[in-house]
């Protein structure tokens, strides 16, 4: 009798929540789905009223991000993704690159990350073809996704539509956005009047600027953003030095070996004036490999910024405690708990059975959570190659999963309540 009310009982919420409304609050047709609330407040804009054939006309993507959450940079750092537009436009019409604003630093734990808060522009320069007839409206689509993150990272998305004239002339401004782009152009990072340099040896990175006659007590800061991927490690420290023949940054090279013959990147560097006033500046560097840098790079690896072997030994036994740690609050959790007593009463079960075959479930229970999680991690990196922003946890968000889980339940239920065994 038990089981069949327990039955009852779980059939019975199983359908209520599948079924139609009924009753008094039934209708036709369903109600409308609310379109789910942006952290970011995004708006794409032109420059200009009109376009010009065989002219660069200048657009914004111009971000409001909701308080605590960010943004990234082209590089994010140890997590995150960049914006990315997907145009779709007539024949002939060319996009640019996004040129980004100079980051900021993000620290989320231990991870370091690039990106933005409260608001940024990201600039995109479009190329009308020169045989672009003049009096004929254009219609240019933009489809533009980002990555935006405070505790968890949601992807976001939003369409927009331009249509524009394309005229012979000179095409007047749109004042509404004159000193939003103008901002913007003055905010991006110059290009750096010194040669660059850079080595990297036994775990250390070393960055030269060949910067001669600054002074140091004038160099306040200075912090190296490398949009390469993969060359130093982000959330280390940087370290300055401010010497006669310029400026160098010392900081842990990344764990994988640096293969390329020159990095791009943005150093900021924060100077104090004569009159007390604090000025920073940004500026975009190309840097190359430096045979005679890496010695040095080498021989003062240990000196602060270099990542030897024990910093990595110990960085893995606090990674390995931090992973334990985390894996005994998960089994306390009130979702998690409960399931353990089914995997304790199969384990007394064994009790009296042959220590072999009791070591030998622990090996297949231990080898099956392992291999069911690496092979989520495949799939999801998988994805993510293929360029899609995806990521452990958003899948709640999709009404048939949810509904998968529920049932999943459902079954659950059914088998503690008895009405039927899995081998």
Same mark, same amino acid.
Request: hydrophobic share 45%.
């Given at each position: ?54 002219? $660069? ?62 608001? $940024? ?39 927009? $539509? ?23 152009? @003055? ?15 036994? &775990? ?6 060949? @910067? ?57 560097? $924060?100077?104090?004036? #004569? ?22 790079? @080498?021989?003062? @690896? ?63 229970? #231990? ?25 452990? &946890? ?30």
């Amino acid at each position: 009798m038990r089981v069949l009310t327990t039955l009852f009982i779980c059939l019975f919420g199983t359908v209520g929540l599948l079924a139609a409304p009924s009753g008094a609050h039934a209708q036709s047709t369903p109600l409308p789905r609310a379109a789910p609330k942006l952290h970011v407040d995004a708006r794409l804009v032109g420059e200009k009223l009109a376009l010009k054939p065989g002219v $660069t006309a200048w657009f914004a993507l111009h971000m409001k991000i909701d308080k605590g959450w960010h943004v990234y940079w082209k590089n994010p750092g140890d997590s995150g993704e960049p914006p990315v537009i997907d145009w779709k436009m007539p024949t002939g019409y060319r996009t640019g690159p996004l040129l980004f604003q100079p980051p900021h630093r993000l620290p989320v734990g231990p991870l370091m990350n690039y990106g933005y808060s409260d608001e $940024t522009v990201y600039l995109v320069p479009v190329t009308v073809p020169a045989d672009a007839r003049p009096g004929a409206p254009v219609t240019l689509t933009a489809n533009a996704s980002w990555l935006v993150c405070e505790e968890i990272c949601i992807p976001e998305a939003k369409s927009f $539509t331009l249509t524009l004239d394309v005229m012979s002339g000179d095409p007047p401004a749109d004042f509404r956005y004159t000193d939003l782009f103008a901002k913007a152009r @003055a905010g991006l990072p110059k290009p750096s009047p010194w040669s660059a340099r850079f080595a990297s040896g036994k &775990g250390a990175f070393l960055l030269r600027l060949d @910067a001669k006659g600054l002074e140091r007590g004038r160099i306040q800061e200075a912090y190296f953003y490398p949009a390469t991927f993969g060359v130093i490690s982000y959330s280390a420290p940087q370290r300055l030095a401010v010497g006669s023949d310029g400026v160098t940054l010392r900081t842990e090279a990344s764990q994988k070996p640096i293969t390329t013959q020159s990095i791009n990147g943005v150093v900021v560097l $924060t100077e104090k004036l #004569a009159d007390g006033e604090t000025v920073t500046q940004a500026f975009a560097v190309k840097a190359t490999l430096d045979p005679a840098l890496a010695a040095a790079a @080498a021989s003062r @690896a240990g000196n602060g910024a270099g990542g030897g072997g024990g910093n990595l030994a110990i960085g893995f036994l606090l990674a390995l405690g931090l992973a334990l740690i985390g894996g005994v609050l998960l089994n306390v959790m009130p979702c998690v708990f409960p399931i353990l007593s089914m995997k304790l009463v199969a384990l007394a079960q064994h009790a009296h059975a042959e220590r072999r075959t009791v070591a030998g479930h622990g090996l297949a229970y #231990a080898a099956g959570v392992v291999l069911f999680f690496a092979a989520i991690g495949a799939v999801l990196a998988a994805l993510r190659a293929g360029g899609e922003e995806i990521g452990w &946890g958003f899948q709640m968000q999709e009404p048939v999963v949810v509904l998968l889980f529920g049932l999943l339940i459902f079954a659950i239920g059914l088998n503690l309540s008895g009405l039927y065994q899995i081998g």
